[in-house]
């Protein structure tokens, strides 16, 4: 990518490095949660729905405050995890922890709606020749709801990508450091002179989230045609 410069083009990794692992360190949990709000009973569901959910609804700035007094080095979390090492505020890591927050819930979404349109039937037929629950899961369910798994890694994957408030709240924008492609756009519009190299970052982000979009469209009529055909 000779067309941009090198604070461009590190912005955009930092960018595809805190996306790829936002959406690969959540993945499980997001699975597990969505497994849990469409098949399972429990009190307390309907509280763990509005939790997963809160970030669509929260201003982003917000969500970034509370994992700042959370996760920084003075919050209960943050300050016993920086006793083994581990540090969030103002770090790659932090931007990274920001974006799956702010992405799980269409992670989560997406998921929950796949395995919901799973005939429980299926799932029963299965235990009632003896399989373990997470064996009905791994033989049955999975291969069933994959295609909905993928497309809300895809999603994930593009809004953390996306991600600005929650990251420049809790990470700030340190070039080299935690600044994003949002926020390298953000800080090139700031200076005179940065509107070119704001508007190269801006087409990026526009093509990464165009082909998310695409991919997941895509994987969603493959799901519906599955879904169609059983």
Known sequence: MDWLSPEEWQAVALSLRVAFW???????????????????????RQLLNGVVHLPLILPPVATGYLLLLTFGTQGPVGGLLQEVGIVFAFRWTGAALAAAVMAFPLMVRAIRLSIEAVDPRLEQASATLGASGPWVFATVTLPLVLPGILAGTILAFAKAMGEFGATITFV???????????????????????EASALRLVAIAVAVSMAALLLSELVARRVARRVAGA
């Open 22 to 44: 936002a959406t690969l360190a959540s993945l499980p949990l997001g699975v597990l949660t969505a497994y849990a709000l469409a098949r399972w009973r429990f009190p307390g």
């Open 172 to 194: 700030s924008n340190i070039p080299g450091q935690t600044q994003t492609l949002p926020t390298a756009i953000y800080a090139f519009l700031q200076v005179p002179g940065g």
